[in-house]
């Protein structure tokens, strides 16, 4: 299975910060944004991963992710000349995909929650027999997003983008499993009223083909949609609370990298002298000498 993070976009809603820097190498506590996405593809054991970047904001993710090396994995970019919708990225991406499966995270989406592993392994499984999976979080507006409408037992009867009569209040996040064929897919998404390659759209060709499937992120799980000052500071003092009380650390590729097998204990060790000054770097060896003391 390959991997995507579209970290495109002009990030207006965040001007004028976002002048300088695109959003998703903005903190989110201590870590740049891009790194709560990259783990969650991790997390679902793929090691191929294209990152989808405006062309001014390029050399600065290659800056901080380099090739992936350090943390056992592949990462090639590709630039977006315009932001013309999120199904867009399976176009752009189309080479990189080839007859593979493909999970897809927006760049500025941050997920954790207990259990998280077992639901991308079960999307992962589901991608490579055929199907599609979409995960939903329950939201109080859920007008602002688009929504999935689901019967009892998780199916997916309906997708709708930005419903003015919303038929549920489950949101579609921005985290998406398809089957090989994707790019295919991709293009008969047509441009929507507002010219864009909508995924909604992409969604309910795989409905329609009855292989989309659900996964909700239910109680224990926090989402966070970080495109606005408000979000990014909820998510960062929720990152921050929860680390704090669990003595763990949330999103971290090194760490991650380690436990998946990617990496080997010197790598990890290298990571964390690297960056002992700081909290993050701190876990890291503690980590070590706790495995290595067992």
Same mark, same amino acid.
């Given at each position: 299975?390959?991997?995507?993070?579209?970290?495109?976009?002009?990030?207006? %809603? #965040? *001007?004028?910060?976002?002048?300088?820097?695109?959003?998703?190498?903005?903190?989110?506590?201590?870590?740049?944004? /891009?790194?709560?996405?990259?783990?969650?593809?991790?997390?679902?054991?793929?090691?191929?991963?294209?990152?989808?970047?405006?062309?001014?904001?390029?050399?600065?993710?290659?800056?901080?992710?380099?090739?992936?090396?350090?943390?056992?994995?592949?990462?090639?970019?590709? /630039?977006?000349?315009?932001?013309?919708?999120?199904?867009?990225?399976?176009?752009?991406?189309?080479?990189?995909?080839?007859?593979?499966?493909?999970?897809?995270?927006?760049?500025?989406?941050? *997920?954790?929650?207990?259990?998280?592993? @077992?639901?991308? @392994?079960?999307?992962?499984?589901?991608?490579?027999?055929?199907?599609?999976?979409?995960?939903?979080?329950?939201? +109080?507006?859920?007008? %602002?997003?688009?929504?999935?409408? /689901?019967?009892?037992? +998780?199916?997916?009867?309906?997708?709708?983008?930005?419903?003015?009569?919303?038929?549920?209040?489950?949101?579609?996040?921005? #985290?998406?499993?398809?089957?090989?064929?994707?790019? @295919?897919?991709?293009?008969?998404?047509?441009?929507?009223?507002?010219?864009?390659?909508?995924?909604?759209?992409?969604?309910? #060709? *795989?409905?329609?083909?009855?292989?989309? %499937?659900?996964?909700?992120?239910?109680?224990?799980?926090?989402?966070?949609?970080?495109?606005?000052?408000?979000?990014?500071?909820?998510?960062?003092?929720? /990152?921050?609370?929860?680390?704090?009380?669990?003595?763990?650390?949330?999103?971290?590729?090194?760490?991650?990298?380690?436990?998946?097998?990617?990496?080997?204990?010197?790598?990890? %060790?290298?990571?964390?002298?690297?960056?002992?000054?700081?909290?993050?770097?701190?876990?890291?060896?503690?980590?070590?000498?706790?495995?290595?003391?067992?």
């Amino acid at each position: 299975m390959k991997g995507i993070i579209l970290a495109g976009g002009s990030g207006t %809603r #965040l *001007y004028p910060i976002t002048k300088a820097i695109s959003k998703q190498l903005m903190p989110i506590y201590d870590k740049p944004m /891009i790194y709560y996405p990259l783990s969650v593809l991790m997390q679902a054991g793929i090691k191929d991963i294209l990152i989808i970047t405006t062309k001014e904001d390029q050399p600065d993710f290659i800056k901080l992710l380099k090739d992936g090396s350090q943390f056992g994995i592949n990462l090639s970019y590709i /630039i977006q000349p315009s932001p013309d919708g999120l199904a867009q990225a399976f176009l752009l991406g189309e080479e990189f995909i080839g007859d593979d499966s493909c999970a897809m995270v927006l760049g500025d989406n941050v *997920y954790f929650g207990s259990g998280l592993e @077992e639901m991308l @392994e079960n999307a992962r499984k589901q991608a490579d027999n055929g199907k599609a999976t979409i995960f939903g979080y329950q939201v +109080h507006d859920p007008e %602002r997003f688009g929504i999935m409408e /689901i019967d009892k037992d +998780h199916n997916v009867l309906s997708v709708e983008e930005k419903p003015q009569n919303p038929k549920s209040d489950y949101a579609i996040t921005g #985290l998406y499993f398809y089957p090989k064929g994707v790019s @295919e897919k991709a293009k008969q998404v047509k441009p929507s009223a507002r010219g864009e390659l909508e995924i909604t759209t992409l969604n309910d #060709l *795989y409905l329609k083909d009855n292989v989309l %499937r659900a996964e909700l992120l239910g109680e224990g799980f926090t989402w966070f949609d970080t495109g606005t000052f408000d979000s990014m500071m909820e998510a960062s003092m929720m /990152i921050q609370l929860v680390q704090r009380n669990s003595g763990k650390i949330i999103a971290s590729p090194d760490l991650i990298a380690y436990q998946q097998g990617f990496i080997d204990k010197n790598k990890l %060790r290298e990571s964390g002298d690297l960056m002992k000054k700081n909290s993050y770097g701190q876990y890291l060896l503690k980590y070590l000498d706790k495995q290595e003391n067992k």
